[in-house]
């Protein structure tokens, strides 16, 4: 799985994230791609697996335990530095993985399930601080839970002060939000605030999916597809596209495939010897589960719009070599079970 290089990979990853500040093509609202000519490169998808090798390889060697203050600091400077470079893009979606997988790969390190939820904290300080009755509520169930727990003075403090500093400065990074990017939060919140721009997608995805019916209207059938009813079809709503033309069987058939790669890809996480080959699994089907609940739950209009891609389905050069890379990964760690 070339372990050893996985530091090499992730400072190929910053250098290119850096680079792609200046010259970057623009497209969409973002600067994400570099322009082969033949073919747009995408950094932050197959750094994806850059940032996945790092922390496996820096967290199957640390010898310290699984809720100590600096193994956690390190394993998250290691997984926010891309992070925030790819939310300079801005490409909200994507650093949602990072993060994500991040957590997964933690929690099966042996981080305890209540150092999960304080590390989860900032997030609920950032929702709840548009409500400042919420977020005081939310501060004192944090401070009752560290009393609790009574963790080391230093993460204790921290915890304290990284939640105050995120209920603080969340109306500031929701400014520094592309407009794009607020748009598709409030239209989520309440389609009717945008029926014929930003929710106008949402609304054309539930119909395409719902006029599909049971079996579908047939292959390249599909009325809300052929009538380019339904915006980047070919992308981010390919999920409502196949609804539409295969119906709830063939949708609950794509979403029964992707399933049991991920329910493979775990059980040969439990089973490998090598710890950080078990990590990399972790990694790899969080990443395919993410995007997955993600994008589908986009076109159902469950979950904002992001522009995460459907693994194996959505048209697109880089992600669609991300997805044989992760099951690449996954197979790898399969076939050499017994390795430590």
Not at 44 to 71: D, I, M, N, P
Not at 95 to 100: A, D, I, N
């Amino acid at each position: 799985m070339h372990e050893a290089l996985s530091y090499v990979y992730y400072f190929l990853l910053i250098v290119l994230l850096v680079a792609l500040m200046f010259y970057g093509r623009q497209g969409g609202g973002s600067q994400r791609w570099f322009d082969l000519g033949f073919f747009h490169f995408q950094p932050s998808e197959l750094g994806k697996v850059a940032v996945l090798f790092v922390l496996a390889r820096y967290l199957s060697y640390s010898t310290k335990s699984s809720q100590h203050f600096r193994r956690l600091f390190f394993s998250a400077l290691l997984v926010f530095i891309p992070t925030a470079l790819v939310l300079q893009q801005p490409d909200l979606g994507t650093s949602l993985v990072y993060l994500t997988m991040m957590l997964a790969v933690l929690f099966f390190s042996g981080l305890p399930t209540v150092y999960l939820l304080l590390i989860l904290a900032p997030a609920f300080s950032m929702i709840t601080s548009f409500h400042p009755l919420s977020y005081v509520v939310l501060f004192a169930l944090l401070i009752v839970i560290l009393i609790i727990l009574r963790p080391r003075a230093v993460m204790a403090s921290a915890i304290v002060v990284i939640n105050l500093v995120f209920g603080i400065i969340t109306p500031f990074l929701w400014n520094r939000l592309a407009e794009y990017q607020q748009l598709r939060i409030k239209v989520f919140l309440n389609l009717e605030d945008d029926r014929l721009g930003a929710g106008y997608q949402i609304i054309q995805s539930k119909i395409a999916i719902g006029s599909g019916g049971l079996f579908g209207k047939g292959f390249l059938a599909g009325t809300q597809t052929n009538l380019n009813y339904l915006p980047v079809r070919h992308t981010d709503f390919v999920f409502s596209v196949m609804g539409e033309e295969f119906g709830f069987v063939g949708a609950v058939l794509i979403i029964i495939l992707l399933g049991a790669i991920i329910f493979l890809g775990l059980r040969t996480a439990m089973r490998v010897r090598n710890k950080f080959a078990s990590y990399v699994c972790i990694g790899a089907i969080t990443i395919l589960f993410f995007q997955t609940a993600v994008n589908i739950g986009m076109t159902l209009g469950l979950m904002p719009v992001t522009g995460l891609p459907l693994h194996f389905v959505s048209y697109g050069g880089s992600s669609m070599i991300l997805s044989w890379l992760l099951l690449g990964l996954l197979v790898n760690a399969e076939l050499n079970w017994q390795d430590y």
